[in-house]
């Protein structure tokens, strides 16, 4: 099987930013526009070897110390769902069933593995499908405890540690603890940068928009760190002390979500009025927002505690829905927004709870919140936009 690059590569059609120039943010917007972009190419050339993901609690730091390149599987490109419809209803997520038909479309040839947590049933009948009908010839599924207390930690570590032995046992590899403390310093530099641009955004008139914000979080999920992080502190070096991302707009909006990586629904919202100036979404704020602890002692536990304990969490921890409304309210005022969006996918069970309960929360403090459900593929945005206009009358912008 040659899990070489396949010449098909789909693009999405979003016209990268032409208003910041720089290399840096060009060669972000390509590997945000696409899923087989240049440095993933360039790395598969040189021999390298590339794991895929789904869930931002997936150990990143462990694939980059066994010399190995983690890639955040999206759908990115998709069109349709026909060949995947054939293994899911209608009545599930349309995020793994875009995933499937482009891995049974050959999209994802050039994984070499792939690592599967349970976040939810949606994401566990994809793991089953993968299985069944790509041929991935490493698959590992890494099972994800609700609650986030000492002995979930323990068990969460124990399963980061049995990938260990078996990442290395298949690849012939061996994983150092020095390798690890070397690669939880590399990730904690690319969030410590990713942080640097929200600080950004915090300015009356920030030099970003939020979707440009999107392209350079989604870019960093699919590209060797080593790279990324010269090309953000580049586009850090060019937007530093700069003001106005030039689009006029009247109110200054958080997104909440889970699954959101497509940076064109982030602008039909700016294109309505709302600039996005911070988010909770997990491919934004909650996996930057705070470090992986170098002083512990052993690196694995440290990205036990950290992945499902220590970062901003989802709703598929059931533990930690208040600290998450205050995760959430500390960053609207951090941020000085005016209203909070939460973005759900259609059929999406957890995020369901979560707006219902997020709502009510954030509505004590007299925070505005607005749900609104879209699904995995931004196609027709005329509703999204007539909502979030509304959604800005009412906050008296
Ligand atoms: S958006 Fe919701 S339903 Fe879809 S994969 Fe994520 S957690 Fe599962």
Known sequence: MNNMITSSGSQREYTPSDRIQCDAFQQMCEATACVQNSALKRWKENGGKVVGFLCSMAPDELLIAANMLGFRVRGTGSTNTDLADNYFTNLNCTFPRHCLNMAMEGEYEFLDGILYLNSCDHIRRLY??????????????????????????????????????????????????????????????????????????????????????????????????????????????????????GKEYRARLMITGGVLDDPKWINAVEEVGGLVVADGLCFGGRIMWEDIDETIEDPIEALGRYYLADRPSCPRVVDKQEERAEFTANMFKEFNCDGIVGAKMVFCDQWNVENYMLKSDMH?????????EREYITSGTGQLKTRIQAFIESLGK
């Open 128 to 245: 089953d499908n993968w299985k069944l009908n790509i041929d991935t010839e490493f698959i590992e599924l890494i099972a994800l405890p609700r609650q986030t207390g000492p002995d979930q930690v323990k068990f969460f570590t124990e399963e980061f540690q049995m990938i260990r032995e078996k990442l290395e046992s298949h690849f012939k590899i061996k994983i150092t603890d020095d390798a690890l403390r070397d690669a939880i310093k590399l990730g904690n530099e690319t969030r410590r940068l990713q942080r640097r641009m929200y600080d950004l955004r915090k300015q009356d008139d920030p030099p970003i928009t939020g979707a440009e914000v999107l392209t350079v979080m989604v870019a960093g999920t699919a590209m060797p760190k080593t790279e990324y992080n010269v090309l953000l502190r580049e586009l850090l070096e060019e937007l530093e002390g700069k003001q106005g991302s």
């Open 364 to 372: 004590e403090q007299e925070i505005p919140f607005m749900s609104v």
